[in-house]
Protein backbone atom coordinates (compact mmCIF):
# COMPACT_ATOMS: atom_id res chain seq x y z
CA UNK A 1 0.00 0.00 0.00
CA UNK A 2 1.09 3.49 -0.63
CA UNK A 3 1.41 6.28 1.66
CA UNK A 4 2.04 9.81 1.17
CA UNK A 5 2.97 12.89 3.48
CA UNK A 6 0.82 15.10 4.60
CA UNK A 7 3.08 17.57 3.16
CA UNK A 8 2.94 16.10 -0.12
CA UNK A 9 -1.24 15.67 0.06
CA UNK A 10 -1.35 19.65 0.79
CA UNK A 11 1.05 20.69 -2.22
CA UNK A 12 -2.01 19.11 -4.42
CA UNK A 13 -4.18 21.86 -3.19
CA UNK A 14 -4.82 24.74 -4.05
CA UNK A 15 -2.43 27.43 -1.84
CA UNK A 16 -6.16 29.01 -0.92
CA UNK A 17 -7.16 26.24 0.98
CA UNK A 18 -4.21 25.84 2.84
CA UNK A 19 -5.39 29.24 4.57
CA UNK A 20 -8.29 27.58 5.86
CA UNK A 21 -8.68 27.76 9.41
CA UNK A 22 -11.94 27.32 10.21
CA UNK A 23 -13.74 28.01 14.27
CA UNK A 24 -11.76 27.40 17.06
CA UNK A 25 -14.78 26.55 19.36
CA UNK A 26 -15.54 23.57 16.84
CA UNK A 27 -12.56 22.17 16.91
CA UNK A 28 -12.30 22.35 20.74
CA UNK A 29 -15.87 20.86 20.80
CA UNK A 30 -14.43 17.49 18.96
CA UNK A 31 -11.92 17.10 21.51
CA UNK A 32 -14.39 17.64 24.03
CA UNK A 33 -16.72 14.78 22.89
CA UNK A 34 -14.17 12.36 22.74
CA UNK A 35 -13.87 12.95 26.29
CA UNK A 36 -17.25 12.89 27.43
CA UNK A 37 -17.92 9.67 25.03
CA UNK A 38 -14.59 8.14 27.22
CA UNK A 39 -17.03 8.84 30.78
CA UNK A 40 -15.76 12.20 31.86
CA UNK A 41 -17.72 14.72 33.26
CA UNK A 42 -17.20 18.43 31.45
CA UNK A 43 -19.36 21.61 32.10
CA UNK A 44 -19.06 23.60 28.35
CA UNK A 45 -18.12 27.16 28.62
CA UNK A 46 -17.05 26.71 25.24
CA UNK A 47 -19.62 27.11 22.38
CA UNK A 48 -22.48 29.68 21.95
CA UNK A 49 -25.15 27.25 21.67
CA UNK A 50 -28.23 28.22 24.52
CA UNK A 51 -29.63 25.16 26.53
CA UNK A 52 -33.21 26.25 25.91
CA UNK A 53 -36.07 24.39 23.89
CA UNK A 54 -36.76 26.55 20.55
CA UNK A 55 -39.81 28.06 21.13
CA UNK A 56 -42.73 25.95 20.09
CA UNK A 57 -44.24 28.40 18.39
CA UNK A 58 -41.02 27.52 15.91
CA UNK A 59 -41.22 24.42 16.23
CA UNK A 60 -45.28 24.27 14.92
CA UNK A 61 -44.92 26.04 12.10
CA UNK A 62 -41.98 23.69 11.01
CA UNK A 63 -44.78 20.69 11.88
CA UNK A 64 -47.23 22.37 9.85
CA UNK A 65 -44.91 23.34 6.73
CA UNK A 66 -43.78 19.94 6.21
CA UNK A 67 -47.57 17.99 6.64
CA UNK A 68 -48.81 20.62 3.90
CA UNK A 69 -45.44 19.54 1.16
CA UNK A 70 -43.24 23.05 2.10
CA UNK A 71 -40.26 20.40 1.04
CA UNK A 72 -39.53 22.09 -2.13
CA UNK A 73 -37.21 24.92 -3.93
CA UNK A 74 -37.99 28.88 -3.01
CA UNK A 75 -36.39 31.23 -4.26
CA UNK A 76 -32.21 31.87 -4.23
CA UNK A 77 -33.91 35.21 -2.55
CA UNK A 78 -35.98 33.38 0.20
CA UNK A 79 -39.63 33.25 1.03
CA UNK A 80 -41.58 36.74 0.01
CA UNK A 81 -43.79 36.07 3.68
CA UNK A 82 -40.28 35.32 5.82
CA UNK A 83 -38.92 38.57 3.91
CA UNK A 84 -41.72 40.67 4.39
CA UNK A 85 -41.83 39.71 8.10
CA UNK A 86 -38.54 40.55 8.46
CA UNK A 87 -38.77 43.86 7.23
CA UNK A 88 -42.03 44.91 9.30
CA UNK A 89 -39.41 43.54 12.36
CA UNK A 90 -36.55 45.88 11.37
CA UNK A 91 -39.07 48.95 11.17
CA UNK A 92 -40.26 47.75 14.80
CA UNK A 93 -36.60 47.45 15.80
CA UNK A 94 -34.92 50.33 13.93
CA UNK A 95 -37.08 52.51 12.35
CA UNK A 96 -36.55 51.80 8.64
CA UNK A 97 -38.63 49.75 6.39
CA UNK A 98 -35.93 48.00 3.60
CA UNK A 99 -37.31 47.29 0.11
CA UNK A 100 -38.15 43.69 -0.42
CA UNK A 101 -35.28 43.41 -2.71
CA UNK A 102 -32.95 44.13 0.14
CA UNK A 103 -34.03 41.27 1.86
CA UNK A 104 -32.16 37.84 1.44
CA UNK A 105 -32.48 34.37 3.57
CA UNK A 106 -29.41 32.28 4.29
CA UNK A 107 -28.26 29.30 6.00
CA UNK A 108 -27.28 30.97 9.08
CA UNK A 109 -24.75 34.08 9.29
CA UNK A 110 -21.74 32.45 8.93
CA UNK A 111 -21.79 32.49 4.79
CA UNK A 112 -23.28 35.91 4.91
CA UNK A 113 -19.85 36.92 5.88
CA UNK A 114 -17.65 34.99 3.38
CA UNK A 115 -20.36 36.09 0.71
CA UNK A 116 -20.24 39.79 1.47
CA UNK A 117 -16.86 39.89 1.59
CA UNK A 118 -16.07 38.11 -1.54
CA UNK A 119 -18.88 40.33 -3.24
CA UNK A 120 -17.49 43.75 -2.06
CA UNK A 121 -13.48 43.50 -1.49
CA UNK A 122 -10.66 43.55 -3.94
CA UNK A 123 -7.75 41.94 -3.29
CA UNK A 124 -5.22 44.89 -2.46
CA UNK A 125 -8.44 46.52 -0.54
CA UNK A 126 -8.39 46.44 3.33
CA UNK A 127 -11.00 45.43 5.87
CA UNK A 128 -10.65 46.92 9.61
CA UNK A 129 -11.93 44.42 12.23
CA UNK A 130 -11.69 44.22 15.94
CA UNK A 131 -9.30 42.46 17.65
CA UNK A 132 -10.98 40.12 19.62
CA UNK A 133 -12.92 39.67 17.10
CA UNK A 134 -15.69 36.32 16.17
CA UNK A 135 -13.23 33.99 14.25
CA UNK A 136 -14.91 33.69 11.47
CA UNK A 137 -14.32 37.33 10.14
CA UNK A 138 -10.52 36.90 10.30
CA UNK A 139 -10.90 33.24 8.62
CA UNK A 140 -13.01 34.68 5.72
CA UNK A 141 -10.42 37.26 5.32
CA UNK A 142 -7.27 34.76 5.31
CA UNK A 143 -8.75 32.34 2.85
CA UNK A 144 -9.59 35.19 0.29
CA UNK A 145 -5.87 36.71 1.11
CA UNK A 146 -7.74 40.01 2.28
CA UNK A 147 -5.50 42.74 4.04
CA UNK A 148 -6.86 42.47 7.83
CA UNK A 149 -6.36 45.69 9.90
CA UNK A 150 -7.00 45.30 13.15
CA UNK A 151 -8.46 47.64 16.21
CA UNK A 152 -7.47 46.66 19.18
CA UNK A 153 -10.41 46.60 21.96
CA UNK A 154 -9.19 48.22 25.57
CA UNK A 155 -10.77 46.74 28.28
CA UNK A 156 -10.55 49.91 30.13
CA UNK A 157 -13.03 51.28 27.45
CA UNK A 158 -15.05 48.27 27.92
CA UNK A 159 -14.25 46.66 25.14
CA UNK A 160 -16.13 48.80 22.86
CA UNK A 161 -14.52 49.96 19.52
CA UNK A 162 -13.55 53.49 20.21
CA UNK A 163 -13.89 55.28 16.67
CA UNK A 164 -10.95 57.53 17.12
CA UNK A 165 -8.91 54.24 17.29
CA UNK A 166 -10.67 53.67 14.25
CA UNK A 167 -10.25 56.43 12.51
CA UNK A 168 -6.61 56.05 12.73
CA UNK A 169 -6.58 52.84 10.45
CA UNK A 170 -8.49 54.06 7.77
CA UNK A 171 -6.38 54.66 4.54
CA UNK A 172 -7.35 55.06 0.85
CA UNK A 173 -7.64 50.95 0.57
CA UNK A 174 -10.04 50.88 2.92
CA UNK A 175 -13.30 49.12 1.77
CA UNK A 176 -14.60 47.65 4.65
CA UNK A 177 -15.20 48.06 8.51
CA UNK A 178 -16.74 44.86 10.62
CA UNK A 179 -18.93 46.31 13.07
CA UNK A 180 -20.55 43.54 15.97
CA UNK A 181 -22.43 44.91 18.84
CA UNK A 182 -23.62 43.28 21.26
CA UNK A 183 -20.03 41.84 20.87
CA UNK A 184 -18.24 38.42 20.82
CA UNK A 185 -15.63 37.61 22.57
CA UNK A 186 -16.21 39.92 24.78
CA UNK A 187 -20.32 41.04 25.21
CA UNK A 188 -19.28 45.17 25.03
CA UNK A 189 -22.48 47.04 23.24
CA UNK A 190 -21.15 50.02 21.29
CA UNK A 191 -23.56 53.15 22.61
CA UNK A 192 -25.21 54.80 19.90
CA UNK A 193 -22.93 57.70 19.87
CA UNK A 194 -19.64 55.33 18.91
CA UNK A 195 -21.88 54.08 16.45
CA UNK A 196 -22.97 57.65 14.51
CA UNK A 197 -19.15 58.31 14.72
CA UNK A 198 -18.65 55.04 12.51
CA UNK A 199 -21.08 56.13 10.29
CA UNK A 200 -19.68 59.30 9.31
CA UNK A 201 -16.43 58.24 8.97
CA UNK A 202 -18.09 56.03 6.25
CA UNK A 203 -19.71 58.24 4.78
CA UNK A 204 -16.64 60.96 4.58
CA UNK A 205 -14.17 58.06 3.44
CA UNK A 206 -16.98 55.82 1.68
CA UNK A 207 -16.18 52.42 2.96
CA UNK A 208 -18.71 50.07 3.69
CA UNK A 209 -19.74 48.99 7.09
CA UNK A 210 -20.60 45.49 7.64
CA UNK A 211 -22.66 44.91 11.08
CA UNK A 212 -23.33 41.74 12.55
CA UNK A 213 -25.97 41.61 14.84
CA UNK A 214 -26.73 38.25 15.28
CA UNK A 215 -27.22 39.55 19.73
CA UNK A 216 -28.86 42.50 18.96
CA UNK A 217 -31.89 41.50 20.78
CA UNK A 218 -29.74 40.24 23.57
CA UNK A 219 -28.78 43.30 25.80
CA UNK A 220 -29.07 44.10 29.47
CA UNK A 221 -30.21 47.46 30.42
CA UNK A 222 -28.86 49.39 27.67
CA UNK A 223 -30.07 50.47 24.30
CA UNK A 224 -28.46 48.62 21.37
CA UNK A 225 -27.77 50.91 18.43
CA UNK A 226 -27.37 49.54 14.96
CA UNK A 227 -25.63 51.38 12.10
CA UNK A 228 -28.56 50.60 9.30
CA UNK A 229 -30.60 53.49 10.70
CA UNK A 230 -28.51 56.01 9.22
CA UNK A 231 -28.95 54.77 5.74
CA UNK A 232 -31.48 52.59 5.85
CA UNK A 233 -29.02 50.08 4.36
CA UNK A 234 -29.55 51.11 0.88
CA UNK A 235 -26.04 52.38 0.57
CA UNK A 236 -23.20 50.93 2.71
CA UNK A 237 -24.46 49.30 5.37
CA UNK A 238 -25.20 45.70 5.79
CA UNK A 239 -26.57 43.97 8.26
CA UNK A 240 -25.84 40.47 9.37
CA UNK A 241 -28.58 38.58 11.88
CA UNK A 242 -29.80 35.25 12.95
CA UNK A 243 -32.51 33.84 14.48
CA UNK A 244 -30.08 30.92 16.17
CA UNK A 245 -28.77 33.10 19.40
CA UNK A 246 -31.85 35.16 20.03
CA UNK A 247 -34.46 32.30 19.41
CA UNK A 248 -32.48 29.13 20.52
CA UNK A 249 -32.02 27.89 16.69
CA UNK A 250 -28.88 27.25 16.57
CA UNK A 251 -29.15 23.59 14.63
CA UNK A 252 -31.82 25.45 11.94
CA UNK A 253 -29.06 27.22 10.18
CA UNK A 254 -31.57 30.12 9.50
CA UNK A 255 -30.33 33.86 8.67
CA UNK A 256 -30.54 37.19 7.11
CA UNK A 257 -28.97 39.74 5.51
CA UNK A 258 -30.17 43.35 4.47
CA UNK A 259 -28.19 45.56 2.75
CA UNK A 260 -28.05 47.97 -0.86
CA UNK A 261 -29.76 46.25 -3.66
CA UNK A 262 -27.23 45.89 -6.01
CA UNK A 263 -25.27 43.60 -3.32
CA UNK A 264 -28.11 41.33 -2.49
CA UNK A 265 -29.00 41.08 -6.34
CA UNK A 266 -25.44 38.97 -6.25
CA UNK A 267 -25.27 37.33 -3.02
CA UNK A 268 -28.86 35.88 -4.37
CA UNK A 269 -26.77 34.77 -7.90
CA UNK A 270 -23.85 33.51 -5.33
CA UNK A 271 -26.47 31.59 -3.31
CA UNK A 272 -28.18 29.98 -6.29
CA UNK A 273 -24.77 28.72 -7.58
CA UNK A 274 -23.57 27.48 -3.53
CA UNK A 275 -26.92 26.24 -1.74
CA UNK A 276 -29.99 26.87 -4.14
CA UNK A 277 -31.95 28.31 -1.05
CA UNK A 278 -32.92 27.62 2.19
CA UNK A 279 -34.79 24.31 3.00
CA UNK A 280 -38.56 25.95 2.56
CA UNK A 281 -39.51 24.06 5.64
CA UNK A 282 -36.96 25.83 7.55
CA UNK A 283 -38.18 29.29 6.19
CA UNK A 284 -41.50 28.30 7.42
CA UNK A 285 -40.21 27.72 10.49
CA UNK A 286 -38.48 31.32 10.35
CA UNK A 287 -41.68 32.67 10.28
CA UNK A 288 -43.15 31.08 13.50
CA UNK A 289 -40.38 33.39 15.28
CA UNK A 290 -42.66 36.38 14.77
CA UNK A 291 -45.60 34.62 16.79
CA UNK A 292 -43.20 33.68 19.85
CA UNK A 293 -44.50 36.08 22.49
CA UNK A 294 -42.42 38.60 23.75
CA UNK A 295 -42.68 37.65 27.57
CA UNK A 296 -41.04 34.54 26.28
CA UNK A 297 -38.12 36.09 24.77
CA UNK A 298 -37.76 38.45 28.24
CA UNK A 299 -37.79 35.67 30.16
CA UNK A 300 -34.80 33.54 28.22
CA UNK A 301 -32.95 37.14 28.42
CA UNK A 302 -33.78 37.57 32.25
CA UNK A 303 -32.32 33.77 32.67
CA UNK A 304 -29.11 35.04 30.66
CA UNK A 305 -29.05 37.67 32.65
CA UNK A 306 -28.46 35.79 36.10
CA UNK A 307 -26.01 33.84 34.49
CA UNK A 308 -24.16 36.37 33.69
CA UNK A 309 -24.21 37.80 37.40
CA UNK A 310 -23.75 34.42 38.89
CA UNK A 311 -20.72 33.37 36.45
CA UNK A 312 -19.04 37.07 36.72
CA UNK A 313 -19.37 37.29 40.32
CA UNK A 314 -17.54 33.78 41.04
CA UNK A 315 -14.97 34.61 38.10
CA UNK A 316 -13.96 37.69 40.01
CA UNK A 317 -13.50 35.53 43.35
CA UNK A 318 -10.82 33.36 41.52
CA UNK A 319 -7.48 33.46 41.99
CA UNK A 320 -5.73 35.59 39.73
CA UNK A 321 -8.87 36.19 37.46
CA UNK A 322 -10.82 39.47 36.82
CA UNK A 323 -13.82 39.64 34.31
CA UNK A 324 -15.94 43.28 33.39
CA UNK A 325 -19.47 42.74 33.50
CA UNK A 326 -20.56 42.74 29.86
CA UNK A 327 -24.11 44.80 28.30
CA UNK A 328 -24.68 42.00 25.63
CA UNK A 329 -24.79 38.52 23.85
CA UNK A 330 -23.97 35.88 26.58
CA UNK A 331 -20.19 35.64 26.57
CA UNK A 332 -17.74 37.09 29.00
CA UNK A 333 -14.13 37.88 28.49
CA UNK A 334 -12.23 37.27 31.81
CA UNK A 335 -8.55 38.60 32.32
CA UNK A 336 -6.29 35.64 33.31
CA UNK A 337 -3.12 37.41 33.35
CA UNK A 338 -2.84 37.33 37.83
CA UNK A 339 -2.61 33.90 37.47
CA UNK A 340 0.82 33.81 35.12
CA UNK A 341 -0.58 31.55 32.37
CA UNK A 342 -1.72 32.44 28.53
CA UNK A 343 -4.85 32.22 27.68
CA UNK A 344 -4.21 28.69 26.17
CA UNK A 345 -2.57 27.21 29.05
CA UNK A 346 -5.18 28.38 31.76
CA UNK A 347 -7.71 26.54 28.98
CA UNK A 348 -5.85 23.60 28.79
CA UNK A 349 -5.23 23.60 32.46
CA UNK A 350 -8.87 24.01 32.57
CA UNK A 351 -10.31 21.01 30.71
CA UNK A 352 -7.60 18.68 31.92
CA UNK A 353 -7.39 19.39 35.34
CA UNK A 354 -11.21 20.54 36.11
CA UNK A 355 -13.44 19.21 33.12
CA UNK A 356 -14.42 22.95 32.50
CA UNK A 357 -13.93 23.65 28.92
CA UNK A 358 -13.63 27.73 27.73
CA UNK A 359 -11.24 29.53 24.63
CA UNK A 360 -8.11 31.37 24.73
CA UNK A 361 -8.32 34.63 24.29
CA UNK A 362 -5.89 34.19 21.06
CA UNK A 363 -8.87 32.35 19.63
CA UNK A 364 -10.31 35.86 18.92
CA UNK A 365 -6.95 37.74 18.07
CA UNK A 366 -3.90 38.77 18.69
CA UNK A 367 -4.32 41.11 21.25
CA UNK A 368 -6.28 39.07 23.89
CA UNK A 369 -3.62 36.37 24.77
CA UNK A 370 -3.97 37.22 28.24
CA UNK A 371 -8.05 36.23 28.62
CA UNK A 372 -10.35 33.79 28.18
CA UNK A 373 -13.89 33.36 27.01
CA UNK A 374 -16.75 32.01 28.87
CA UNK A 375 -20.39 31.21 27.33
CA UNK A 376 -23.23 31.57 29.86
CA UNK A 377 -25.39 29.81 27.84
CA UNK A 378 -25.68 26.44 30.30
CA UNK A 379 -27.71 26.36 33.24
CA UNK A 380 -26.77 27.98 36.82
CA UNK A 381 -26.02 24.78 38.17
CA UNK A 382 -23.62 24.00 35.87
CA UNK A 383 -22.24 27.41 35.87
CA UNK A 384 -21.80 27.25 39.55
CA UNK A 385 -19.66 23.46 39.35
CA UNK A 386 -17.29 24.73 36.73
CA UNK A 387 -16.56 27.75 39.42
CA UNK A 388 -16.12 25.13 42.13
CA UNK A 389 -13.80 23.16 40.01
CA UNK A 390 -11.96 26.13 38.09
CA UNK A 391 -11.80 27.24 42.46
CA UNK A 392 -10.30 24.35 42.91
CA UNK A 393 -7.85 24.15 40.48
CA UNK A 394 -6.09 27.13 40.78
CA UNK A 395 -6.50 27.43 44.67
CA UNK A 396 -4.65 24.16 44.85
CA UNK A 397 -1.95 25.74 42.30
CA UNK A 398 -1.89 28.77 44.67
CA UNK A 399 -0.33 26.48 47.35
CA UNK A 400 1.83 24.81 45.32
CA UNK A 401 3.21 28.11 43.85
CA UNK A 402 2.21 31.28 45.48
CA UNK A 403 2.89 33.21 42.76
CA UNK A 404 0.70 31.21 40.34
CA UNK A 405 4.07 30.86 37.81
CA UNK A 406 3.55 30.23 34.62
CA UNK A 407 2.69 26.03 33.36
Given at each position: ?????????N???N????R??????????????K???K????????????????????????????R????????????????????????????????????L????A?????F????????H?????????????????N??N???????????Y??R?????????????????????????????????????????????????L????Y?????????????????????TI??????????MT???LG??????????????L??????????F?QWA????????????????????????????????????????????????????????T???F???????????????SN???????????????????????????????S????????????
Open positions: MITYSKKAMNKLPQALLVGQPMFRLLEDVKLEAGQDIVHFEIGDPDFNTPSAVVEACIRSLVGQTHYTSSYGLTELREAIIDHTYQELGFKPSLEQVIAPGNPLIYVIQCLVKAEEVIVSDPSFSTFYSVLFLIKTVRVPLKEEGFMNPQDLSKRITPQTKMVVLNSPHNPTGAVMTPAEIEAVCLLAKEHNFFISDEVHLMSYGVKVASPGVHDSCRERIINSFSKSFAGWRYIIGPEFLIERISLTQTIISCVPSIGLGVFDVPDEEIKAMNEELRLRRDLLVDGLNQLPGVTCLKPQGAFYVFANIQGTGMGEQADLMLQEAGVALLPGFGQEANGYVRLCYAVNCDRIKEGLSRMNGVLKRLLTSPSLKAL
